[in-house]
């Protein structure tokens, strides 16, 4: 009885040693790689007659101490069969699993036909890793965090902190304003925005989102909002679409508000905390959506070799790369607030759609998911006193770190450069709260 314990213990480490080798994902799974018992038969009957060849055909015999052995083994196979017949009912349950598993093979990853290539390596091949795990290729992009994306260049990172420090010692403090779209007048606002920014509900949301206790606005409602009553001369507007239809009816509401589309700011989600494939997918659709576009419009003219005073370009770039909300959330980075704030100087700026969790300093935050109000135009419009008092300003330092137009290459376009006035960086004086009159700023 010891010994045959031996053997299946022996038997046992074989099988997981086996198994390690042909890239099995589990003894079991030894059966699928080699094949079904019929073939595995029939190699057997080969080897069996290739070896009676190659031997001659010579027969073996057995001593009386093998016999012996043997039937010592037998006795006492049988003797634990019959004291414990649970045991060979299991093992005929086993044998039988085994045999179905021959016969029906069920698909549990790509290492079985993916042996051998460079496929087999996750990283060689992320769409089939993807299918295989549920992770997503984005998961695998580095250094995608606003903390350790700039780490490898000093120079940006310095001028990501000064634009924040220059951009938190402007702002406006954070007013809020609770209201209902269908009968609100855009111009109650008193105010010309230099950034809008909005975020609306999509009925997609519903869909895709399993979002169900907020009221859904269609494209044709979303359309009908007077922005165009509250944008600046020269502005630019952020309109966050989805994935779907809302590429293209979103460059329709750009146009009736008077904007051109000159961006579109994609946001791809990770799900590297919770793997998985989506559940939610559009009626007939083969692939899973992961991202939503952002769009951006302009209106008036804004040149980036030229207006260095209102934006300050390619300081981010037009990818937000971060972990998908939790499902029922329609929650979006926080990260479009800091592109918005590091590329326009102006420091008018208006968030439609918003909620108490998007309440920001430096923001006009209005919506019908807030739960109380604040704004007051006339304190909030006492901020920016002066011709220049909208603008954020610019310090040297920050003016010599950015990037900037490279130089222009024929005469024509370097006179017209030398002919125009040349920026002088300001700092707008500021309002505290509660003062009434502007504060004289201090040089740094």
Not at 62 to 73: A, E, F, I, P
Not at 220 to 235: C, G, K, N, P, Y
Not at 341 to 370: A, K, Q, S
Request: aromatic share 8%; net charge positive; with cysteine.
């Amino acid at each position: 009885k010891e010994m045959l314990s031996n053997l299946k213990e022996k038997t046992r480490k074989r099988k997981q040693l086996l198994a390690q080798q042909l890239g099995a994902a589990s003894v079991d799974d030894i059966s699928v790689i080699l094949g079904t018992e019929s073939e595995r038969k029939q190699l057997r009957s080969k080897s069996n007659e290739a070896s009676a060849v190659h031997s001659g055909n010579r027969q073996r015999t057995l001593s009386d101490n093998d016999l012996n052995r043997g039937c010592d083994q037998m006795k006492a196979c049988s003797r634990e069969a019959q004291q414990n017949p649970a045991a060979d009912d299991e093992y005929d349950l086993k044998n039988e699993r085994s045999v179905n598993a021959d016969e029906i093979g069920t698909y549990t990853d790509s290492s079985t036909f993916l042996k051998g290539t460079q496929s087999a390596n996750p990283h060689n091949d992320y769409c089939q890793h993807f299918v295989d795990t549920g992770q997503r290729p984005q998961n695998f992009i580095r250094d995608v965090g606003l903390a350790d994306r700039f780490e490898e260049y000093p120079k940006l990172k310095e001028l990501i902190k000064l634009k924040d420090e220059l951009i938190a010692s402007t702002a406006t403090p954070p007013m809020y304003l609770k209201t209902n779209f269908k009968d609100f007048d855009f111009r109650d606002l008193r105010c010309k925005f230099d950034v809008i920014l909005v975020e609306p509900p999509l009925e997609e949301y519903q869909r895709s989102h399993g979002v169900t206790n907020m009221k859904f606005w269609s494209w044709d409602e979303i359309m009908r909002l007077a922005i165009e009553d509250v944008a600046a001369q020269r502005s630019f507007i952020f309109l966050w679409c989805g994935s779907s239809d809302g590429l293209d009816l979103g460059r329709q509401c750009l146009r009736k508000w008077g904007f051109r589309r000159c961006e579109d700011i994609c946001w791809i989600k990770t799900n590297a905390k919770n793997p998985g494939h989506s559940k939610n997918l559009e009626p007939k659709a083969i692939f899973q959506r992961t991202k939503e576009h952002c769009l951006m419009g302009i209106k008036g003219t804004v040149r980036r070799s030229t207006d260095g005073d209102f934006i300050h370009a390619n300081i981010d770039i037009d990818l937000i790369i971060s972990e998908e909300p939790e499902y029922g959330s329609i929650e979006k980075p926080e990260e479009i607030f800091h592109i918005i704030e590091h590329f326009c100087l102006g420091r008018r700026r208006l968030h439609i759609f918003g909620r108490d969790t998007t309440i920001r300093p430096g923001w006009v935050t209005i919506g019908p998911g807030l739960t109380n109000s604040n704004f007051n135009a006339d304190t909030y419009n006492a901020y920016f006193d002066g011709s220049n008092g909208h603008l954020t300003g610019c310090t040297e330092r920050i003016e010599s770190l950015r990037p900037k137009s490279p130089p222009p290459k024929n005469k024509n376009q370097q006179q017209m450069r030398s002919s125009m006035p040349p920026i002088r960086p300001n700092v707008p004086p500021l309002v505290r709260p509660g003062s009434g009159r502007p504060q004289p700023n201090s040089r740094r």
